[in-house]
Each structure stands twice: as structure tokens, then as C-alpha cells.
């Protein structure tokens, strides 16, 4: 078994069973699923988000891995995220309760809570209306530069998202947006695998899904440009050279994205 509890939850839950109590938080439910429980709850007058994973069965294990997919096992995944992200400078959510026990991976029992950011709103819905009305090129420019930074430390330190789009990455609003002040933090790491290295095809699923989340906002090909010398930290030059072939993917494979969500709407 594992666990670590801070305050609130360490006091909260002191000579009682953390996996029993998180089971009993009540609050606003996100995602209800056999398997998985979302929910935000407030315990004296703070924000939280509690994840619980209940065990998804060898069945729907089998099915994830004879599609290609990883499954998400348990809060673990979350957890290690969370704690690499911290370690090597990229904002993230601060985890003040983790717990695990079980050790067959179809019915492990784990949970998650973390502070509820909040006055956040999310990148994507802060560049909803760029095209009709766009930002201030400096905010823009400094904000593609931080999104580059984020990106590349999680990538060079071993974490691919498996979500990666826009919405994930939160403003802050606590003080006004200015290009010279402001601070983006990278949530949902639910799915976010955790390695000594990101292999390079996953590497290049979460820049598909960035871009592809990305593609409606109204950048131009110099902000495209900016992005991805930041993210590589390399002379453009070598990018646009020694990356071709990555390039051409990820234009191709975010048109496909866009067919499909055109296509199909909320299906998808």
C-alpha cells in the first residue's frame, strides 16, 4: 500500500481508512464511469478535485491493449506526472492526497486529490476569439513561447500528456494577463505516461493534439514558426531541416483531427 496525506486531509482522516473516507466526499461530479469517479469537493473553504479509480477489470484491459492503447490503471499515473512536472519547472496541480493499495492492476484501488486552481480559465477558451479579435503580439508571442517551454521540459524529461490540447493548459487570473506577467499551469495527467526518455512516437501524438487543438485560434505561420524553435531549442534553420519529415505528420495528422471533428462534432 501506499499513501501520503497533507492538510486538510491528513487531520481530516486522521485513525480512519483514507480509502473509505475519499469513497465519502461529496461534491460536484465530473466523470462517473464503473471504473473511475470525478469530483470537485471543498473541505474548509478550499477547492479540491478527487479522482478514485476502482480497477477497470482484465477484460477492459485486454480490449485497451489489443487496440494499441495504455490503459489508465490507477491514480499512480497522475501521481508520477505530477511529481516529475514539479521537479524540472513546469506549473502543474499540487497533489495533497494520494493513496494505493492492491496489488493485482485490474482491481487496484487508488485516488488522487488536488488543489482546485482557480481563478483559472483555460488557453483555449482565453483564444476562442483571436480571429475576430486578436491578442496584444506580445501577450500572443509569450504565450506560445511558455506553451513551447512547458512542452519541451515535459517531453526532454520523460513525461508524455496523452491529452494534450489547449484546454489543459490553465491561465491564471488572479492578477491581470500581460505578456510580461502571467502563469500557465499543464492539468489532467490522468493518462500521462512517465519514463527515463519519451519515446518519439508518443512524443509525437501530444504535439499533434496541441496542434490540432490549436488550429482555429488564427496563428500565423510566424507564430508557428517561433513555436517550434522554442520547443526544440534549436536554430529554426535546423529545425525546418533536420524535422521535415515530422512536420509533414503533424500537418497531415491535425487536418485529419479536423476532418473528423467537422465530420462528426461531439461524437468524436
Known sequence: MRLMLTEPFE????????FEEVE????????????????RTEVAGRGYFVKIHR??????????????????????????AIQRLQEVGVPTMTAVA??????NPASQHSFIITEELAPTVSLEDFSANWRDQPPRPALKRALIAEVARMAGT????GVNHRDFYICHFLLHTD??????DFRLSLIDLHRAQTRTHTPVRWRNKDLAGLYF?????GLTRGDKLRFLRDYFQRPLREVLRDEAALLAWL????EKLLDRKQRYGDAL
Open 175 to 180: 492578477r491581470p494577463v500581460t505578456a510580461s
Open 98 to 103: 494520494y493513496g494505493e493499495r492492491g496489488g
Open 251 to 254: 500537418q497531415r495528422r491535425a
Open 55 to 80: 480497477g477497470i477489470g482484465w477484460g477492459e484491459i485486454a480490449k485497451n491493449l489489443l487496440t494499441a492503447k495504455a490503459p489508465v490503471l490507477g491514480a499512480g499515473q497522475e501521481w508520477r
Open 11 to 18: 487531520s481530516l482522516w486522521q485513525g480512519k481508512d483514507p
Open 154 to 157: 515535459m517531453h526532454r524529461a
Open 213 to 217: 487543438s490549436a488550429l482555429e485560434i
Open 24 to 39: 465519502r466526499l461529496q461534491g460536484q461530479v465530473y466523470r462517473e464511469l464503473e471504473g473511475r469517479r470525478t469530483l
